[in-house]
């Protein structure tokens, strides 16, 4: 598939996407929604991690208001369902370890995208941005699932009503994400934890992921036996042999992927 509105490079098992519509500050569209969604689908088939960034000074600011999903007779329901349903389920369900590195604005839809991933790594003067009640509408894109979750009710009823912005460093403190990196810092940061993923053992941490997404919906006992089955999965990997000879060896292991 040609992009248009991203990009996407795979370089040592690491895939980075990035939203590429940089004067629009990466609003989303009918056609950048295919196309993340066919780029999600496909980095997770070649690469061992996956990052998601936006190119600019954004990450991304949402629905674009003048696509022409978003103007005359907008069917929100429709679009919901066969447009930003089949992204964010590609992203939420990748079987590889992914990174939203929030390079700025994250608003609107563009918030709960970057919610979407495993891990959110921000830059400090990036902000996070539950715009939808401004203009009548409730949070979508998940944000109404994520953000209680992540920073607890009272937190996402006030962000959900009062849409104001929230700091990348609130966002940390509150934990709605994982962490907020100085602006300096950020891209090198943010690659540095890419290549840590890309690099390690990638069943496990398929297996974590399962494991932490899946406490939600379990009693104890239930929870105990999934991770006793997954451990056990894990238990008969090479990266699990490999990584218990590393460490008798006092090295650092060196993942397959397997």
Sequence with gaps: MDYETILLDITDDLAVVTLNRPDKMNAMTVQMRAEVTHAMIYAARNARAIVLTGAGGAFCSGQDLGDASSTGKVDLERTLRDEYEPMLEAIYNCPVPTIAAVNGAAAGAGANLALCADVVIATESAYFLQAFARIGLLPDAGGTWFMPRQMGFAKAMGAAL???????????????????????????????????????????????????????????PQQLALEANLQGECGRSRDFAEGVVAFMEKRPPKFEGR
């Design 162 to 220: 009062f849409a104001d912005k929230i700091s990348a460093r609130e966002a940390d403190q509150w934990g709605l994400i994982w962490e907020a990196v100085p602006d300096a810092e950020f891209d090198a940061h943010w690659r540095k934890r890419a290549a840590y993923l890309a690099n390690g053992p990638t069943a496990g941490f398929g297996a974590i992921k399962k494991a932490i997404r899946g406490t939600y919906e379990k009693t104890l």
